[in-house]
């Protein structure tokens, strides 16, 4: 009997036993569903530090006296810059309005003064929240917030230095600020994350083998008698042992593509509740190499320990 003709008997012999075979993918999908909560976990914690620190961010300040006219070229030209990914400006008056709209926020409501107290009334008959004194004042610079996203390949600190070189010598600029410390930080924490995803997905790997392993040793165990007789009758080992690879095959494909489908209500749920005031945590699904690598990862992971489990 050719070897197709024998996975497609193992296939068929999984109706013989149908709730040995129905906890067998229960199984196998649990263990990979643990196992895509945990991709899901570093893939939605690495997408978070890419977006709010992996970017490099410098604060640019030019000169109360520029020109207004050849600053916005300038700013202009930065958001054509290679990598540029966003360009925040501000000019004197709208630096102003910012400043006036922060110190409105930060600076506690007046206490009403008693009512029989002439002279405290008069002190504070001005209103300390009122910053309308300072409209018209031009006397912050110009200032812009430039965020880069740094090339592959490039070291972050060195890369930052030459950024920062290039910026500093642009005309009429005063001064540049940027945080390489965050920087250094949340590259430390993708490196992190990184390293950590294949011990895990190792981990995943051994207990999901383990488990179909023994599941599919169970399941022969009640088989015994067949797989006895098999062998009397002169049976070739390959004979006994493709219906039981195909078996694992198909147990690991079902329960990959199944875990996919519990793992996308699970982000959905996590979702609705995760992004809601004050979080506003966006959680994503796997990507589609991610879930496709899930799901083969499963079912060699599967086949192989039914290979084995029947060798013994």
């Not at 009512?115 to 812009?144: H, R, V, Y």
């Not at 006895?228 to 593509?257: D, H, K, M, Y």
């Not at 809601?276 to 190499?289: G, I, M, R």
């Amino acid at each position: 009997m050719s070897t197709s003709k024998l996975m497609l008997r193992g296939v068929a012999d999984m109706v013989r036993h149908p709730l040995p075979q129905l906890l067998t993918l229960v199984t196998v999908c649990m263990v990979a569903l643990l196992a895509g909560t945990g991709l899901l976990i570093l893939h939605n914690v690495q997408a978070e530090v890419l977006k709010t620190q992996a970017q490099a961010r410098f604060q640019v300040y030019w000169s109360a006296s520029s020109n207004m006219t050849e600053v916005e070229g300038q700013w202009a030209d930065l958001k054509r810059v290679p990598g540029v990914a966003e360009v925040s400006t501000f000019t004197p008056r709208a630096a102003m309005a910012e400043l006036m709209r922060g110190l409105s926020a930060a600076t506690p409501a007046p206490v009403a003064p008693p009512a029989d107290n002439a002279s405290m009334a008069n002190a504070t008959a001005s209103n300390p929240n009122d910053f309308s004194w300072l409209e018209g004042e031009n006397i912050l610079p110009p200032t812009a917030l430039v965020s880069f996203d740094i090339p592959a390949g490039e070291a972050p600190e060195p890369w930052m230095g030459r950024m920062y070189a290039r910026l500093r010598g642009l005309a009429g600029v005063e001064k540049v600020t940027y945080n390489a410390t965050q920087l250094n930080l949340a590259t430390g924490w993708i490196a992190l994350i990184q390293h950590a995803a294949w011990p895990a997905l190792g981990f995943f790997a051994l207990v999901v083998g383990l488990v179909v392993g023994n599941t599919l040793k169970l399941m022969m165990l009640a088989r015994k008698d067949e797989v006895e007789i098999l062998s009397l009758v002169g049976a070739r080992p390959w004979f006994i042992r493709a219906p039981l690879f195909a078996n694992g095959v198909v147990q690991g494909f079902a329960g990959g593509v199944l875990s996919l489908f519990c793992l996308k209500f699970l982000q959905s749920w996590l979702k609705s509740v995760l992004d809601v005031p004050p979080l506003f945590l966006k959680v994503q699904f796997l990507p589609a190499w991610q879930c496709l690598a899930l799901v083969l990862a499963t079912t060699c992971v599967a086949g192989l320990a039914a290979f084995i489990a029947a060798r013994k």
